[in-house]
DNA sequence: ACAATTATTTCAATAATAGAAATATCGTTG
DNA sequence: CAACGATATTTCTATTATTGAAATAATTGT
C-alpha cells in the first residue's frame, strides 16, 4: 500500500476528529510523522481544498465536501431511501437509522429524528461498533459467513454498558438468533436506556451490506411495541428494495 | 507539493466526475499514468475505502462519505444556514440556493427548491463557473482586489448562453456595479430562461466568501420581482449573520 | 479453447520523499 | 518594543518509497 496516500488519509481522518484542534506540531507529534514530512502533507492538502488552515490549526476543506456528496453511497441510495424513512419515523414516532457496513465498523448514513426529546448523539457520517449495536449486528447477520467470522473473531469486545455483549460465543448466538428471527435488538449495550431494533438491508448491485433501525428510549420499548416495530421496519425494507427493483 | 498526494486526488476526482465509467486501464490512459502505478494507487484507495471497486469499475467510497459529512463548511455552517434559506423559500417560492468560493469556481453547498416545475439541475457538490453565475459574480464582487482581479484575469469568459459576458471589462464593470448596488443578477448568462439573484455572504471567522441566491424561470423576474427579491436576499443575510454574530 | 484484453506481481533504476538542520515567522511576555 | 520561545517554513542530502518496464496471471469475449 502506498505509504505517501496512507499517510495523507491518516492526517486527514485525524483531522476530521479534532477539527481546529491541531496544528502541524501538534499533528507531527500525535502521528508520530517528521515535522517536515507533515508540513508537506499539510500543504499540499491545503492547495488540493482537502483541507482547509484557519489561524494554523487544520480543517476539513471544501474538496471534501464536493467529493462526499457524490458518493454513490449518499447520492443514489441516501436519497432513494430518504422518504421511505421519514413514512417510517412518522408512523411509529422513533428516530430512523440507516447504517451500512464500513471496514470493521458500520457507518451511520441518514437518519430520521423523532419528534421526542431524547435523542442519540450519532450523527450521519459517525461511525459505530458491529458488535453491541442494532445496526451493527443486523449487519453482522448477513454478512457472508466467512467474512461475518473474521469480524467477530477480530473486534475487540468491549464492555461499553454492562448489557453489552463481551463474549465471543453470546455474540455468535446472538447473530443465529437475528438470522432466525430476521431482526436484532440493541438491549441498552450501547448506552444506557437506550434500546434499538433493526432489520439488516442488502443491496446486492451496490455491494451494500446494511441495516435500518428504530431506536429510542428503552421504556418505550415493550415487546408488542418491538413487534410492531419490525414489522414496520420490514415493511420499509420491503419499500426500499422495491425502489432498487 | 507532493506528486503521490496530488495524483491520488487526481484520480479520485477523475472518479468523482465519471463513476463507474472506468477501469484501471482506462484511468491509466485517460490521466497519463503509468498502468503499475494506478494500479498502485486505486488498490490504496479502496483499502482505505475512499473508492470502491465494482466489476474492475470505481466509484468513490464510503470513506469519502465519512469525510464529507464532516466537513465543517456542511456542518456548522450549512446545518445553520438551512432553516433561514426554507424560510426564504417559503416566503418567495424561488429555489434558494447558497455557494461558496472554492478554486476558481464556486461550490453548491445548499438548495431548498421552489414548488414549480423547472429546476436548475446542479445538485449540492457541483461546481459552477464565477463569470457567469448569480453567486459567482456576487462572490466576486467581495473578495479581495487582489484575488478576485487575478481570478477575473486568468477566467476563461466562454460563451455559455449568447447572455454570457465574455469580455472583461465588462465583467469588471459588471462586479462594480455589484458592489455599488449589493446584490448581481444572472441574466440567462448561464442558461436560458433562467435568472438567478443573488447577495454576497461573508463569513470572516469561517474564511468564508459566499452568496446566497434565488433563482428561476426568467419570466418570473420583473423589476419589481427583483428588489422585492433582493430585500428578502438581504434580510436573510442578517439573519444568517446574526446566527455567526 | 483460443485470442485479446485487463489486472496483478516482480524487480531494478531512479526520482520523489524523508528527515536533520538551518532559517524565518509568529506570538507572548517582561 | 525587545527578546524569548514556540511554531512554521525552507534548504539540502541520503535514502527509501515509488516508478515503470516487463513478465505473469486472470478475465472476457468469440
Redo the contacts between chains.
Keep these: 500500500?502506498?505509504q505517501?496516500?496512507?499517510r495523507?488519509?491518516e492526517i486527514?481522518?485525524k483531522i476530521?476528529d479534532h477539527?481546529?484542534e491541531h496544528t502541524l506540531s501538534d499533528l507531527s507529534r500525535i502521528l508520530q510523522m517528521n515535522k517536515t514530512t507533515t508540513f508537506?502533507?499539510l500543504?499540499?492538502?491545503e492547495?488540493?481544498?482537502?483541507l482547509?488552515r484557519?489561524r494554523n490549526t487544520y480543517?476539513?476543506?471544501?474538496?471534501?465536501?464536493?467529493?462526499?456528496?457524490?458518493?454513490?453511497?449518499?447520492?443514489s441510495i441516501v436519497n432513494s431511501i430518504h422518504p421511505i424513512l421519514e413514512d417510517l419515523c412518522l408512523r411509529m414516532n422513533e428516530t430512523v437509522n440507516l447504517a451500512?457496513l464500513?471496514?470493521d465498523q458500520a457507518?451511520y448514513?441518514d437518519k430520521v429524528e423523532s419528534t421526542r426529546g431524547m435523542q442519540m448523539k450519532a450523527?450521519?457520517?459517525?461511525?459505530l461498533p458491529l458488535y453491541c449495536t442494532g445496526v451493527g449486528k443486523a449487519i453482522l447477520s448477513i454478512l457472508p459467513p466467512e467474512q461475518s467470522n473474521q469480524l467477530v473473531k477480530n473486534i475487540e469486545l468491549k464492555a461499553i454498558t454492562s448489557h453489552t455483549l463481551t463474549d465471543r460465543g453470546a455474540l455468535k448466538q446472538a447473530l443465529d438468533d437475528i438470522r432466525n428471527n430476521g431482526f436484532s435488538i440493541d438491549d441498552e449495550e450501547y448506552e444506557f436506556g437506550l434500546t434499538c431494533v433493526a432489520v439488516p438491508l442488502r443491496l446486492e448491485k451496490?455491494?451494500f451490506f446494511g441495516a435500518i433501525s428504530l431506536s429510542g428510549q428503552t421504556v418505550r420499548f415493550s415487546e408488542e411495541d418491538i413487534s410492531r416495530m419490525v414489522e414496520a421496519l420490514k415493511t420499509a425494507r420491503q419499500r426500499i428494495l422495491a425502489v432498487f427493483e
Tied chains: 1, 2.
Design positions: 500500500m502506498s505517501s496516500v496512507q495523507a488519509f486527514i481522518r476530521a477539527q481546529g508537506r502533507y500543504d499540499s492538502l492547495k488540493l481544498d482537502i482547509e484557519r480543517f476539513l476543506g471544501i474538496g471534501l465536501f464536493e467529493l462526499g456528496a457524490k458518493v454513490d453511497a449518499k447520492t451500512r464500513s471496514g457507518t448514513l450523527t450521519v457520517g459517525d461511525k451496490y455491494n
